[in-house]
């Protein structure tokens, strides 16, 4: 059985950071690539970063600059670490590998 949970949203000003953690269970983690995507109210899920098997990554580009996603295969988590929030940032954002989701974590960026 396949889990990913995620933990790390809050309410933060804008400017400010916040880092995102994603612990998975029942994969191989370390062969498999994890994505975080995120999800505003009203608006189309979009992914935001992902990172592959050798570490490689890609972002949207609303975030790149800002937001660095990285894995450590010894504890089977992949993070993002968002700086620079704008609340434009505001979302759910969730966890993903393959077709499996977390259940998502909130992030709120005031003005």
């Known amino acids: 059985q396949v889990q990913l949970v995620e933990s790390g949203g809050g309410l933060v000003q804008a400017g400010g950071s916040l880092r995102l953690s994603c612990a998975a269970s029942?994969?191989?983690?370390?062969?498999?690539?994890m994505a975080w995507h995120r999800q505003a109210p009203g608006k189309q899920r979009e992914l935001v970063a992902l990172?592959?098997?050798?570490?490689?990554?890609h972002y949207a580009d609303s975030v790149k600059g800002r937001f660095a996603i990285s894995r450590d295969n010894s504890k089977n988590t992949v993070y993002l670490q968002m700086n620079s929030l704008k609340p434009e940032d505001t979302a759910v954002y969730y966890c993903?590998?393959?077709?499996?989701w977390g259940q998502g974590t909130q992030v709120t960026v005031s003005s």
């Open positions: 993903a590998s393959s077709t499996n």
């Open positions: 990172i592959a098997t050798d570490s490689s990554t």
């Open positions: 029942g994969i191989i983690f370390s062969r498999s690539y």
